[in-house]
């Protein structure tokens, strides 16, 4: 089980790598979600994975390590916070830069439906 | 401790000018006086009333651990560069006073030039390596300034840029230099280092210390090649020139050489070096003198080989040249600067420095042209002046040099020829604007200057005559005590005098100076020989030079910084993986000792689903809905992931994090254009897909090696303490609210934050919103379905009912405020979605900002009443309290905590969305058509 | 409320940001005031704390009232204690030059300036690794936001690199936490130190592997080499305060691994121990040489300014990758030097741009403008100091730093410094006779000089030469804490106190 | 027989998630992903039921509560974004 | 007056009381006391979320519907159940337009919700004007005999109950 | 509730988990199914309509059974997932129909009735579907 899990981590966080490398703003923030999601499961195992052990107490006799939770925890909602900001910053620099490529050096001309509104 | 007080003083001079500048121009000439006065007076009393023999020192700890003090010494070496500095310093305050014209700031000037006297004082007075290199560079400083005096010409601007470069990277080198003294002597102690000539030549380190400091003493005293810089700085006004360009900053490098002659010199590297530099100096700078037709260009090259001819002196090393060198020193100063002074009366008498359009002024300005006369006659070394006696002293000692073994002919040859250049340059100077007849007319027709303004020229003149005729006065004390303080040995006897009787150096003299007259009657020929060289200009040859380096630079750093994020993220993502590579090949094995446990197929499934969901977002991102689903799919499987392995509170924030992370991502899709353009070359996918293996290989190896080895972790203690000691089941929540409470503070801080950065990034946003959607259909024109609507009202009071029950229970049980929060606020964002922002922006009518900074505030304060009972931030409490009916209640002060979390979150979760619904909908094309 | 003192510098500027941002209304001079005040406030508190630390002892604050290594706890040592002055020392240059109108340009300014300040105080403080990464999370956020303050392309543009490189950062950070502790097993510091030295063998790559990615994020914040490409536009593009806030914010990056890198993977760490410091060395030599070549390219002063940093980055990277305790003290001195003095410059650009209309901060001709005089010595003052040129805070700064290089380290790092110096000398000069002397003719024009922006300013600049003058008892503390970051004994003990790790105590 | 049962009742939830996953990967058109999607969220809550009662352990019940109503949540985002493109309009 | 202020919406009230005591999981005096204080205080504070709502004229029928709509619904399944897993014959699906005589939107979408759940048909678009519903039938030959059992079954008790 | 204590309520009691939890999971599989192998999306988006909910309900039955067997108390809590899902389910189904309408996705050609959604003819020139606010573009089909 441990090494389905560590490749399917490592998997996530290939995909999410991969796709903070794109040219565009939406992949790259997508691929930093992918990748926050990868990196939580990989914390979160670092206290090894329990079956049947919830950290409440009084409900089993070994409890599943609560520190690496509690630490996902803050992480996944520091990474909201990120990736919301994120997000917008990414509407806020296609709609100064004109273009969601991430160097905002490229026009969007490849879609020539949009107008701007 | 009172030494201290010379450098002191002139440096309060330095604020003087601007006070006194209200009170006119002579007012603050005189009052600038004031300090250098008072410190020369105190130099003199010092000296004159302490016993010879003993230098006077005095040091104070400034920054020990470098080893920098506030040493200062006063001997006789000191002695002699004080007189000059100040004494001709206030002449040139004086004549300033009548140089500058009412356009130009006089404070400022003086200012500046009080500056660089202060630290020319600093500099022959330091008794401490460090120290000496802080005045040093504050000379280059201080004269980038003066150079730049008249900044709106271009040439001042570059020139003193030159100055600054060159001066400023010898002072770079002699810092090393000094750095290296200090590694092989161990202090940086003047006094320490004087008595450590063995220890230093010989250290292995010796060539490079000597090459490093005299690199600066070169740049400083303008020796070929770094004398390039000099004629240039001739662009500042003429009291500059001469105070800095002839009697003293020009001599900080050969002060440097003479400071430290005890302890560098007497090898044979320093003496081929010096000597060498010197000689080619001389001649160089004679030469080019000769040829020059600015007046203050012809003193500026004869300033470059008079220093050549000192460090030449200084370079052939035994006590007499040093002596002849010391007195050289003086001489040259006084006929140089009074030279200049006079250079610059014609300048402003007749408004041109060009010799061409110079001549006769010997009828106009008669006083004028007998005092530049007697200098330039000092200059060329004819007697009976003071230049003669110093010259002949150097071709005595050009004559007796015994270096260079067979190629010993070479220093007086050298030296000769370097003497005749001076002769006929002298000639040159004073025939072709006092005597020939003018070619055309000046500029101005010049008469007199004021007589305060001749003053100084008049005094140093006389100074040159009565040293020439007398050339024992200067002998004792101050030769003698400077030459004791630079020659190592024993001190020579010396006897200067006019006549010496026909020796060799005589007969040289006089050959010098015949040859120089006939070099002087052939100077046309000389010219047109020289035009046929191809004239190099040192100032465009040096901005070039930097102009090339600093356009290679520019492309060099464009092509680095080319302003690619996928470039930067792509060495990020690199070295992270070289990081763990480096970790992972220290590991023996990558299975640990523990057991792996079994396989069960639903845990098989769902890594299959996260496979194939993160695979296909990456791989289909340019389908960007699609990839968008697929992430949803990572998303809830990886909540189930945390059921599955006992995190029953990961599993539900998780849950709620990717629902609202959905929702952001749909209304980022909206915004943004809906597809990817296909843009990455094959070899850039390939080789963003090696790095993302890379990675991913990485850290799958790394979970699998840790997932395998045994913990021995903290955790234990939490799990002991969660109910004793917090009042709570829930483990996880308690270290949330209790044991690691701040981490949470800090973590709805960040949520706080983030809101007011959205609504920050918001304001004023317009953005691009398209009439149709991906496939080029209109969009639908139900705004809002009606069934939707019905449900999202049915479900608030239900989310609310839940979010409440969730935020009670999460001490003991899985929830928590950041779950409520998160369920609260998805509640109210369906009806937004549902009902549109106007229709809900009616209703909340309340600013969602005041929310999130009452839960942040609400936390804070929590924990801080945790001091009125005397305990650290977020102590904890909790109580149980029996209630009729009800029964047993436990309260914690976590809960309130939990409870500031909830508000937090709801308040910063609406911020960011309502804020950003709310943005769109005033301009919305509701039907148009493209 | 002495007992409270080191949670000060963390807790006043969140109250005060919370009073701040009450409200969203814009900025009106209370706000002014109260940010100002509370600024200056935490100055005074950071002095106490560091009179309180100055002797050698370390305060040790235990949050929730648990022993470490379980609850948090924060740590003023001598070094926490001067990187928190130092930072209220710049900010409240900056807030005071923001309060010339700079604040008005976006909402919350204040207030986010505060939670920034409270993010940077607290990574200073925190003794806990988990702790660290959340402030820094809170300084980084903070930072996007104020990054954006007033808008414009170019922030806006360098604000995505800056915060997707971060938001990658930060998964890394967390990857290097999870193996730390997946290999450790706690996150307290001293702890971590305490298990360092006996760790298995079997579990040296891990943890090696886990410290070289801490290596790299710090290296992002930092800003050394193949990572801080997206610092100059950055740092040149944001707003003025902004800017000069952020010079302290590389320098978190060196803080943490100062302080991971002594205390952690110290002398004492066994098979890991100095692990960093060939990375740091060479990257350092590395970073400083680019930037010396950068610093010449520059075509716009605020850039200029921003590769002057970079140069002191790569100086700081390399007193950290040098042996011995010495190089240590000149470094956090040259720290303080940098810090204030790039700070203040960034505030003297802005007032500078303010004076030449559209032509900004770029080193072109341009009209005349009044305050020329007043603005040139500033920037001549900085300038010359930056350069690292006598008699003020740079030179100093530098000449200790090389002379505590060994030899062989002097070999590398004189020639490359002394050249950084140089070109620093021949950019600025460059750039100073232009922007000052090549004007246009006519009279001069310019908006009147905001009193605030130049105290603001000359606060931050007038460390230049108060460095120096008071270079003995600064220099002597920098030395101190530089002995104590060696012994990291006496750490682990004030922090974890006298229990022996993994047994556990009693809180309450 | 419950046990039996409740591994017989994993499988055919199981392989239901399985032909979820197969039309979300297939397609063919956004609508038959998302109603997939929507599936699969409704299929988890029943496999978190199941689990519950393999572990005899309540403590799940809010995650398949939240499910239902956060699966709901987010497959009206998509919706309205198909229709609609702004989703808060 | 003050119990019409207090208790705008009675049935929610006791619906979410109810709820919460579900959710609670045990009926105690605790759980009731809390139970009907939310089932107060969320009520008070929705109430500017809610359009106006129909009154329930007879409570009894809506039981009743209710209850029908439960049992349709296992029906439902079974059919639709039994339908997917023959392969031999295809279903034979229809779009029927469905004239609604509903007006508010509460009950529109009560109808729209059944219609959903209940045997073999999904409403599948609400028109704009709110006169008809377009219906998707899973398998059918006669379509007005839909129509007719949708109008008998269920909306023609709607109408009862609320309008 | 003496009566729960006897042994045949054991065995009543895990039979009828046993055989909700199986009933509900075949009719969830079953629904999946009919997603996969229906011809067209009208077709499959009835599974998941109401099937889904039905199985879901069906295993939460069972799983109350089941702790009425271990724990001997009856927990109507999980009563509330069904509620939940009863109400969210057919608005979903609702959302989605309207969306394949939009997107007019062609139905099975075995379809009989054709809407006005998804008449090709209006494709690009006007929008699909009747604004009210324009009522001569819609047509209006009574039964």
């Known amino acids: 089980m441990e090494a389905l899990y560590a490749i399917t981590t490592g998997i996530l966080t290939a995909s999410g790598v991969y796709l903070t490398l794109r040219g565009r703003t939406f992949p790259v923030v997508v691929g930093l979600t992918l990748l926050s999601y990868a990196v939580n499961l990989f914390l979160f195992s670092m206290g090894g994975l329990t079956t049947h052990g919830a950290a409440l107490v009084g409900t089993s006799e070994h409890y599943a390590d609560p520190l690496p939770q509690a630490l996902v925890l803050t992480a996944i909602v520091i990474g909201f916070a990120m990736t919301a900001f994120a997000i917008i910053l990414a509407m806020r620099s296609r709609g100064d830069l004109g273009s969601d490529s991430v160097d905002g050096n490229r026009t969007d001309r490849e879609d020539p439906r949009e107008n701007k509104a | 401790m009172t030494l201290p007080w010379i450098p002191l003083l002139t440096f309060l001079g330095v604020f003087v000018p601007a006070l006194a500048i209200r009170g006119g121009r002579t007012v603050c000439a005189l009052a600038t006086a004031i300090a250098p006065a008072i410190a020369l007076g105190l130099v003199l009393y010092f000296y004159l009333g302490h016993d010879g023999e003993e230098v006077m020192r005095t040091s104070m700890q400034w920054l020990p651990a470098l080893g920098l003090e506030l040493a200062f010494r006063l001997d006789g070496l000191s002695l002699l560069f004080l007189l000059l500095i100040i004494g001709i310093g206030l002449l040139i305050i004086l004549y300033t006073r009548y140089y500058l014209s009412e356009q130009d700031s006089m404070s400022r000037f003086y200012a500046f030039l009080i500056l660089f006297m202060t630290s020319m004082v600093g500099i022959v007075m330091s008794d401490n390596l460090l120290l000496l290199w802080g005045f040093w560079e504050l000379t280059s400083i201080s004269s980038f300034l003066l150079i730049s005096f008249w900044s709106h010409e271009t040439t001042a601007r570059k020139g003193a840029r030159m100055a600054m470069t060159i001066t400023g990277a010898g002072g770079l080198a002699l810092l090393a230099g000094i750095m290296l003294i200090g590694k092989v002597v161990g202090t940086y102690s003047i006094e320490t280092v004087l008595e450590s000539h063995d220890l230093i030549t010989s250290s292995p380190l010796y060539p490079a210390i000597l090459v490093l400091v005299l690199l600066g003493a070169f740049t400083k005293s303008a020796q070929f090649p770094f004398h390039f810089w000099l004629p240039h700085a001739m662009a500042a006004p003429t009291p500059v020139s001469a105070y800095l360009h002839s009697a003293t900053m020009v001599k900080a490098g050969i002060f440097l050489m003479l400071r430290l002659h005890p302890a560098l010199s007497g090898t044979e590297l320093w003496t081929v070096i010096v000597t060498l530099t010197g000689l080619v100096t001389l001649v160089y700078g004679a030469w080019f003198a000769f040829l020059k037709t600015d007046l203050k260009g012809i003193l500026a090259f004869s300033t470059i080989s008079h220093l050549g001819l000192i460090t030449s002196l200084l370079g052939l090393g035994n006590s007499l040249a040093l002596v002849a060198a010391l007195f050289h020193i003086i001489n040259h100063a006084l006929f140089k600067a009074s030279l200049f002074m006079a250079a610059g009366i014609i300048d402003h008498e007749t408004g041109t420095r060009d010799v061409r359009k110079l001549g006769g002024l010997y009828k106009l300005m008669p006083i004028t042209t007998a005092l530049t006369c007697i200098a330039t006659i000092s200059m060329a070394g004819i007697p009976p002046l003071n230049g003669f006696i110093s010259k002949e002293m150097f071709f005595t000692e050009a004559l007796s040099s015994q270096q260079f073994g067979g190629l010993a002919w070479i220093v007086p040859l050298l030296a000769g020829l370097g003497g005749l250049f001076s002769v006929a340059y002298s000639l040159r100077l004073a025939y072709a604007t006092f005597f020939r007849r003018p070619r055309q007319e000046p500029p101005k027709t010049p008469h007199e200057p004021p007589w305060l303004m001749r003053f100084p020229v008049e005094l140093l003149v006389a100074l040159c005559i009565v040293i020439g005729l007398m050339p024992t006065l200067p002998q004792s004390p101050i030769l003698e005590d400077a030459a004791r303080a630079t020659v190592s040995g024993e001190m020579p006897e010396f006897h200067l005098s006019l006549w010496h009787g026909v020796n060799a150096a005589l007969l040289l003299s006089m050959a010098v100076i015949a040859g120089g007259i006939v070099l002087h009657l052939l100077h046309r020929h000389m010219m047109r020989f020289n035009r046929q060289f191809r004239p190099q200009d040192a100032r465009y040859i040096f901005e070039a030079f930097v102009q090339r380096l600093v356009g290679l630079c520019q492309r060099l750093i464009d092509r680095l910084e080319n302003g690619s994020l996928q470039r930067y993220m792509f060495l990020l993502m690199a070295v992270s993986v070289l990081a763990m590579a480096l970790g992972l090949a220290d590991l023996d094995m990558l299975t640990g000792n523990l057991a792996q446990q079994t396989l069960d197929p639903i845990v098989a499934l769902g890594a299959g689903l996260l496979i194939m969901g993160g695979v296909l977002t990456a791989a289909l991102h340019r389908y960007r809905l699609i990839s968008l689903l697929m992430l949803s799919v990572v998303g809830l499987v990886v909540s189930l992931t945390f059921a599955r392995f006992s995190a029953p509170d990961l599993a539900l924030t998780q849950l709620s994090v990717e629902v609202v992370t959905m929702i952001l991502l749909m209304l980022a899709l909206f915004f943004l254009p809906q597809k990817t353009p296909k843009e990455s070359a094959g070899a850039r996918v390939v080789r963003d897909v090696l790095i993302a293996i890379g990675f991913g290989g990485a850290v799958a190896s790394l979970n699998f090696a840790v997932l395998t080895r045994d913990l021995d972790s903290i955790s234990r203690f939490f799990i002991d303490h969660s109910v004793p000691g917090g009042g709570g089941h829930n483990v996880v929540n308690v270290i949330l609210v209790d044991f690691r409470g701040f981490d949470t503070l800090g973590e709805i801080t960040v949520l706080a934050i983030a809101g007011l950065a959205i609504f920050k990034l918001l304001n004023r946003l317009r953005l691009f919103m398209p009439a149709t959607d991906m496939e080029g259909r209109l969009w639908s024109d139900d705004r809002h379905p009606t069934l939707l609507m019905v449900v999202s009202q049915t479900l608030l009071p239900l989310a609310l009912l839940v979010s409440f029950f969730i935020f009670l229970r999460g001490h003991n049980q899985p929830g928590g405020g950041f779950i409520a929060g998160l369920i609260t606020a998805v509640a109210l964002i369906l009806l937004y979605m549902s009902r549109g922002v106007e229709w809900a922006q009616q209703r909340l009518d309340f600013q969602f900002q005041p929310i999130a900074i009452a839960g942040v505030a609400l936390s804070t304060f929590t924990g801080l009443c945790s001091w009125l009972f005397g305990y650290p931030f977020l102590t904890s409490t909790f109580d149980h309290f029996h209630l009729p009916l009800i029964g047993d209640i436990e309260l914690a002060s976590a809960l309130i905590f939990d409870g500031g979390i909830y508000l937090a979150v709801v308040g910063a979760t609406l911020m960011i969305l309502a804020n950003l619904g709310k943005l769109t909908t005033a301009h919305r094309p509701n039907k148009d058509i493209p | 409320m002495m007992q409270h003192l080191p949670i000060f510098p963390v807790l006043l500027p969140l109250v005060v940001a919370i009073i701040l941002l009450r409200k969203r209304e814009g900025v009106d001079p209370v706000r002014r005031t109260i940010s100002i005040t509370a600024t200056a406030l935490l100055v005074a508190v950071a002095f106490w704390l560091v009179s309180q630390v100055a002797g050698g002892e370390t305060l040790v604050y235990r949050l929730g009232n648990w022993q470490a290594p379980y609850g948090i706890v924060l740590v003023a040592d001598r070094l926490s204690a001067m990187m928190v002055l130092l930072t209220s020392l710049l900010a409240l240059g900056s807030v005071i030059h923001a309060s010339g109108g700079e604040d008005n340009q976006g909402s919350n300014f204040h207030g986010l300036f505060h939670l920034q300040l409270m993010g940077i105080n607290g990574a200073f403080l925190t003794g806990d690794l988990f702790n660290l990464f959340v402030f820094f999370e809170v300084l980084l956020l903070a930072s996007y936001a104020l990054l954006m303050h007033g808008g414009g392309k170019a922030r806006v543009q360098s604000g995505l690199h800056y915060v997707v490189l971060n938001l990658a950062g930060s998964s890394l950070f967390l990857i290097a936490l999870g193996v730390l502790y997946g290999s450790i097993g706690t996150l307290n510091m001293a702890d971590m130190a305490e298990r360092v030295s006996q760790l298995p063998a079997d579990r040296q790559g891990l943890v090696r592997a886990g410290a070289l990615l801490l290596l790299v994020v710090f290296g992002l914040k930092a800003a050394i080499l193949p990572l801080y490409f997206w610092l100059p536009r950055a740092y040149s593009s944001a707003p003025a305060p902004i800017a000069a806030l952020f010079s302290i914010m590389t320098k978190v990056g060196i803080y943490a691994i100062l302080r991971v890198f002594t205390l952690i993977f110290g002398e004492q760490a066994g098979g890991l121990s100095l692990l960093a410091q060939p990375w740091l060395w060479w990257g350092g030599l590395a970073t400083l040489g680019l930037a010396t070549l950068a610093v010449l390219s520059a075509r716009d002063l605020r850039m200029q300014i921003s590769y002057f940093m970079l140069i002191s980055i790569g100086t700081l990277l390399c007193g950290l990758g040098m042996e011995g305790t010495a190089s240590r003290g000149a470094m956090l001195f040259y720290m303080l030097h940098t810090t204030l003095i790039n700070g203040g410059l960034f505030l003297l650009a802005d007032m500078i741009a303010d004076q030449r209309g559209k032509v900004g901060t770029r080193i072109v001709r341009s009209r005349k403008f009044r305050y020329a005089t007043l603005l040139s010595a500033l920037y001549m003052l900085g300038a010359v100091s930056s350069a690292g040129l006598p008699p003020l805070s740079g030179a100093l700064a530098k000449a200790w730093l090389m002379s505590t290089a060994t030899l062989s380290e002097g070999l590398w790092l004189w020639p490359l410094l002394l050249l950084s110096g140089l070109a620093g000398v021949v950019a600025a000069s460059r750039a100073g006779s232009t922007i000052f002397w090549r004007n246009s003719n006519g009279d001069p024009v310019g908006e009147p000089l905001s009193r605030s922006k130049l105290t603001g300013t000359v606060m931050l600049l007038a460390w230049a030469p108060i460095l120096v003058m008071l270079a003995g008892p600064i220099g002597g503390y920098t030395t101190a804490t530089a002995e104590q970051l060696a012994d990291t004994v006496q750490y682990r003990s004030a922090v974890l106190g006298h229990v022996a790790s993994g047994e556990s105590v009693d809180a309450d | 027989m419950i046990g039996i049962a409740l591994w017989i009742s994993f499988f055919l939830v199981a392989m239901a998630i399985v032909l979820n996953a197969y039309r979300l990967l297939v397609g063919p058109s956004l609508a038959d992903r998302l109603i997939a999607l929507d599936t699969m969220y409704v299929n988890s809550i029943a496999l978190i039921i199941l689990y519950t009662i393999w572990l005899s352990s309540r403590v799940y019940f809010e995650g398949a509560l939240l499910i239902a109503m956060l699966g709901f949540i987010s497959t009206v985002a998509v919706c309205k974004y198909l229709l609609r493109g702004d989703i808060i309009e | 007056m003050l119990i019409k202020r207090c208790l705008p919406r009675p049935i929610l009230s006791l619906i979410l009381t109810l709820v919460w005591i579900m959710l609670s999981d045990t009926i105690t005096y605790g759980s009731v006391i809390m139970g009907v204080i939310l089932g107060v205080a969320i009520p008070l504070m929705t109430q500017r979320f809610w359009d106006a709502q129909p009154v329930v004229k007879k409570p009894m029928l809506l039981l009743r519907y209710t209850l029908r709509v439960m049992l349709d619904i296992l029906i439902a399944n079974l059919q639709v159940a039994w339908l997917i897993g023959r392969p031999w014959r295809r279903p034979r699906p229809a779009f029927i337009e469905y004239p609604l005589t509903l007006k508010r939107d509460f009950s529109i979408t009560l109808l729209a919700s059944t219609i959903s759940l209940t045997p073999g048909t999904i409403s599948a678009n609400l028109r704009l004007d709110g006169r008809s519903l377009l219906i998707h039938v899973l398998d059918t030959d006669d379509e007005q005999g839909i129509i007719d059992e949708i109008y008998n079954r269920y909306e023609r008790p709607l109408m009862e109950i609320y309008e | ?143």
């Open chain 6, 1 to 143: 509730m003496a009566w729960l204590d006897k042994a045949w309520v054991d065995t009543a009691l895990e039979a009828l988990t046993a055989f909700f939890l199986i009933a509900g999971a075949l009719i969830t599989f079953i629904s999946s199914f009919g997603m996969v192998h229906l011809r067209d999306f009208y077709l499959r988006m009835h599974g998941p309509a109401k099937a889904t909910t039905l199985g879901v309900g069906l295993i939460l039955v069972a799983c109350m059974f089941y702790f009425l067997l271990i724990d001997r108390t009856f927990h109507i809590q999980l009563l509330l997932v069904t509620i939940f899902l009863l109400i969210t389910a057919p608005i979903s189904a609702h959302l989605l129909a309207k969306v394949a309408l939009h997107q007019k996705l062609p139905s099975d050609a075995s379809t009989t009735g054709a809407p006005s959604e998804l008449r090709e003819e209006d494709v690009g020139q006007e929008p699909d579907t009747p604004h009210p606010e324009d009522p001569g573009s819609g047509q209006r089909h009574s039964p």
